[in-house]
């Protein structure tokens, strides 16, 4: 199926760091969430971009939805544990209401 | 809010065998999304519905997979005959419809199918 480039594919670091990731695509989105997934959970969702340059934050986190409207990328800062997880971009096809998911990035967070 | 349901959380069966995985969407909202997560292909839609009525069917694998939207609290996704590679984890999510866009996905708690 069609996927979004996300990067990185994992990370480590140490409790305090602030953390970025990014996704891309060949492709134009109306509409871009952040989501973090928990082991044995289903993704809940962090943040969600509805304009191109639109810049949230929720808490700690930050995310920006690319002028081209084909990239987006979500910061964390001062990272703490219970940061770990999977977080996945996903962003929605103009003209239609489908979801396509990156490939998620792998944090791990080093006490 | 009880937030989206899906029965059961966990499925092992043989392969060859009817698997019938079921979905609660929250109350109120009127898309339905059916994914599969598995580690090489990652999170995929297979179907969405909008009001109860399927609108794109172009993830779903193959004909063996069907799903269907009775009424607006209630979707089944069946797998008839199941097979090994159909192992994954299967979510549900709903979205409502604000302002002529899908609002955010809210997703389920999955329902992991292993089949042997």
């Known amino acids: 199926g069609q996927q979004l480039n996300q990067s990185p594919q994992s990370m480590f670091i140490q409790e305090g760091e602030d953390v970025s990731m990014n996704c891309t695509s060949s492709?134009?989105?109306?509409?871009w969430l952040w989501y973090k997934q928990d082991p044995g959970e289903g993704p809940v969702l962090l943040i969600a971009?509805?304009?191109?340059?639109e810049l949230t934050s929720n808490g700690r986190l930050t995310a920006q939805f690319g002028i081209t409207r084909k990239d987006s990328f979500l910061n964390i800062s001062a990272s703490i544990p219970s940061d770990v997880g999977i977080y996945f971009c996903?962003?929605?096809?103009?003209?239609?209401?489908?979801?396509?998911f990156g490939t998620g990035t792998r944090l791990k967070v080093l006490a | 809010d009880a937030g989206v349901i899906q029965s059961p959380r966990h499925e092992v069966t043989e392969m060859g065998q009817e698997v019938t995985l079921r979905c609660k969407p929250i109350s109120g909202h009127d898309y339905l999304f059916w994914y599969r997560q598995t580690m090489m292909r990652g999170l995929e839609l297979l179907i969405y519905f909008n009001n109860n009525v399927p609108i794109d069917d172009s993830g779903m694998p193959e004909d063996r997979f069907s799903a269907k939207m009775p009424n607006a609290s209630f979707s089944t996704l069946k797998i008839q005959p199941s097979e090994p590679r159909d192992s994954a984890v299967y979510f549900c999510?709903?979205?409502?419809?604000?302002?002529?866009?899908?609002?955010?996905?809210?997703f389920g708690p999955g329902t992991r199918l292993t089949v042997l």
């Open positions: 996903a962003g929605q096809l103009m003209g239609t209401y489908k979801y396509i």
């Open positions: 492709s134009i989105f109306n509409t």
């Open positions: 999510a709903s979205s409502s419809t604000l302002r002529g866009r899908t609002d955010t996905q809210y």
């Open positions: 971009l509805y304009k191109a340059g």
